[in-house]
Structure formats: C-alpha cells, structure tokens
C-alpha cells in the first residue's frame, strides 16, 4: 500500500515558477516509476511528467516539455514536479501516481497504469 499527498500548489501569476511536491508512504516508492497528472475544470485527467525508479529515465507530455523538470529523492520517498514560466492554462489540480514496481527504463504515461493516486493539490495561474 502507498499513500501520497501533494503539497506546493497555490495561486501564482503568468510566467512564475512553482514546485510541486508529492510524500509517498510505503516501501515500494524507491522502485517504483511514479508521475505527475492534472485535471483542469472541465477537461479530462492529462499526462504531465513520469520518471523511471532509479530517475535516470523521464517523460514529459509535449504541453510542458521544455517548463517542467520532474525528479525524485528516493531517500526522502518525495516526488518533485518543477513548473517554470506558468501559464493560465496549467491552471488545475496536480496529481501524483505510483506504479508499484517496474524497470528503471518504465515510464509510464497513462492513468489506467498507475494504482495509487493523491488527492491532489490545486494550481491556478492568474494575474
């Protein structure tokens, strides 16, 4: 079992930077591919960043590539999420996912591959 709890979020305006953070409880974190998610209202769940275990290997979805760095400190069993230049439209609330177990090259991109989630943390950017 994995219990996680976002923190970080918060209201910002256009063009700041904000790192989100993601406390994972259990054993299994440090092997486990893990990734970030947010839902605006209204819209469906969407892929933003997923890292392998070891965090040698990540994966962006192409709205953020370039913004967003997602790492982790599997000593700290904490998953980071570092959004840069924010935009109105990142506005929603942020979610973190584990995938119990899986290579060091897994990087998982879709919900259905994920088993535990956090509630959430929300995110809006306006001026």
């Known amino acids: 079992q994995v219990q996680l709890v976002e923190s970080g979020g918060g209201l910002v305006q256009p063009g700041v930077s904000l790192r989100l953070s993601c406390a994972a409880s259990?054993?299994?974190?440090?092997?486990?591919?893990v990734g970030w998610f947010r839902q605006a209202p209204g819209k469906e769940r969407e892929f933003v960043a997923s890292?392998?275990?070891?965090?040698?290997?990540?994966a962006y979805a192409d709205s953020v590539k370039g913004r967003c760095t997602i790492n982790r400190d599997n000593a700290k069993n904490t998953l980071y999420l570092q959004i840069n230049s924010l935009r109105p439209e990142d506005t929603a609330v942020y979610y973190c996912?584990?995938?119990?177990?899986?290579?060091?090259?897994?990087?998982?991109?879709?919900?259905?591959?994920?088993?535990?989630w956090g509630q959430g943390t929300q995110v809006t950017v306006s001026s």
């Open positions: 996912a584990v995938r119990p177990l899986g290579s060091d090259s897994y990087t998982p991109t879709r919900g259905e591959e994920y088993t535990y």
């Open positions: 259990g054993r299994t974190f440090s092997r486990s591919p």
């Open positions: 890292i392998s275990w070891s965090g040698r290997k990540t």
